[in-house]
């Protein structure tokens, strides 16, 4: 199994990528962008009706770990140093997100990471940078998650 499919395959992909309903969808190898997409569920909202800013923080993460995961087929993935995040509108619970993360400049010491949430018609959610730390992307085995 390759590190597309781990996304998608339930239990045996990231953890964290279930629980927020990550879809991978493309990676655009010409641009370092990859496209994600996630169904707002009911749990992830606040009393507002919108996701909880955090949450917010963990699709924006998802999109922008993915864009440096595919990047570097699979072998790579960035350990966060700082995120900073603009909330733009609120994004309501049953929305279709489109997420688009990408790799502006990876280095040996430091990766530099952007991401947007998007809605169906292009308005824009919430956008962040991120600046990370290329790490070995740890397998589910190696870290006692796997079967």
């Known amino acids: 199994m390759d590190w597309r499919d781990q996304i998608q395959e339930g239990a045996d992909g990231s953890p964290h990528s279930n629980l927020l309903g990550s879809k991978f969808v493309d990676f655009d190898e010409a641009t370092q962008t990859a496209t994600m997409r996630f169904t707002v ?3 992830m909202t606040t009393w507002r009706g919108g996701v909880q800013g955090g949450l917010i ?3 924006l993460d998802d999109v922008m770990g993915y ?3 595919a990047a570097t087929g699979g072998e790579m993935a960035p ?3 700082e995120l900073s995040m603009s909330l733009i509108r609120l994004v309501p619970e049953g929305a279709e997100i ?3 993360g990408r790799v502006v400049k990876a280095g040996r010491r430091v990766v530099f990471l952007e991401g947007e949430l998007l809605a169906e018609d292009g308005t824009i959610y919430a956008r962040a940078t991120s600046t990370a730390i290329p790490t070995a992307r740890p397998s589910p085995t190696e870290t006692g998650m796997g079967l």
């Open 57 to 59: 923080a963990g699709y």
């Open 98 to 100: 489109i997420g688009k």
């Open 67 to 69: 864009a440096f995961v």
């Open 41 to 43: 569920r009911k749990e």
């Open 79 to 81: 350990l966060n140093l």
